[in-house]
């Protein structure tokens, strides 16, 4: 089972686990919230290893039935709330979604696994995480070690860091992720959980900086920057976040963390004349084109500084590392947005949240 399918990260997870593993059955468990969009998955949408059950994870009973049904052993778990603007302004379905949703899902894996005959024995609950629970580091390199890239600090995020959320979000997924180890150390529930750093790439709602940022280029909109432009993340293009995914849950240790990240730091600022040099290149305007459209704004509440994550362990222990050079996940990912003005256009009108009652309700 893996949750949130049908968003961002989940529906590279879902093509990857179907095409890759014919032998598993994959069952979708998606509330098609408005960052839920079918679409992402069209391609893989009548493989005969692909099953989608539209349900909330916050419904005991309906995910109780799934799990019986499809007599689920893995559970990979990225369904969320995932915005911090969001979470700014409605704090509360962050709650009820990322913490009370986590702590349904691992009741009904607890009941339904330890009744089974075999117990625990070859299940495993993987709860996806963010390095956002670490909070905010310093910026004690604030001008990096080249231009436009980092590090910008001695300090990074390690498996050790104590949690530290700031935002409603992170808050959320600290607390979920504090259910997970909870359910190892008192019920033995074998569990593993990853946090990593920002991820872009195609299919993200462009509510996040990446793609709607190339979307507003495109249309010769306006780019809000929040404050300066000086916080920093730290970028994964999203195929190698499912890559690591894909190696902790078939080769991962139980009970451990793993941090997740792309060693690649940036300023928003200039990431953001980066998307801006791309776009324009690839729509064939001279340089600097866009440059005006970058327009400064308040800044975010409680916007942390900085995050960069150390992805030493995983790297150690399991052989992962980040695949793609950032320029190259950049240039494909402007080409991807630029190529697929459909999904975008049928994402910002809407339509694309009645593709489940014209193909789905009726199968
Ligand atoms: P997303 O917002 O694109 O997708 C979330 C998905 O969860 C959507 O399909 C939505 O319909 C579904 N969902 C929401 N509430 C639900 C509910 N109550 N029941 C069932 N489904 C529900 O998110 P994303 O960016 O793909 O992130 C996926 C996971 O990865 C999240 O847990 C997030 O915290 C984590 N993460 C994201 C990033 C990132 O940069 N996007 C980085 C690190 C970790
Ligand atoms: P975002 O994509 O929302 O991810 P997160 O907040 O989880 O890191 O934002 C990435 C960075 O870009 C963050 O520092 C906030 C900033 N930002 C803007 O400056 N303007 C925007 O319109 C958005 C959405 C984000």
Known sequence: MITGGCGFIGSHLVRLFVKKYPQYR?????ALTYAGNLENLKDIEDAPNYFFEKADICDLKRIAQIVRDFSIDGIIHLAAESHVDRSISDPLVFAKTNVIGTLSLLQVAKEYWSQSEEGYKGKLFYHVSTDEVYGALEMTKPKGDQFGKGPYGELFFTEQTKYSPHSPYSA?????????????????????????????????????????FINNIRNGKPLPVYGKGENVRDWLYVEDHVAAIDLIFHKGKVSQTYNIGGFNEWKNIDLIKVLIKTVDRFLGHPEGYSNHLITYVSDRAGHDLRYAIDATKIYKELGWSP????????EKTVRWYLDNQEWMDRVTSGEYEKYYSQMYSKR
């Open 26 to 30: 994959i069952v979708n468990v998606d």
């Open 172 to 212: 959320s997924k600290a607390s979920s992720d504090h259910f997970v180890r909870a359910f190892h150390d008192t019920y033995a529930l074998p569990v593993v959980i990853s946090n990593c750093s920002n991820n872009y790439g195609p299919y993200q709602f462009p509510e996040k900086l990446i793609p709607l």
């Open 323 to 330: 695949s793609l050079q950032f320029e190259q996940g950049i």
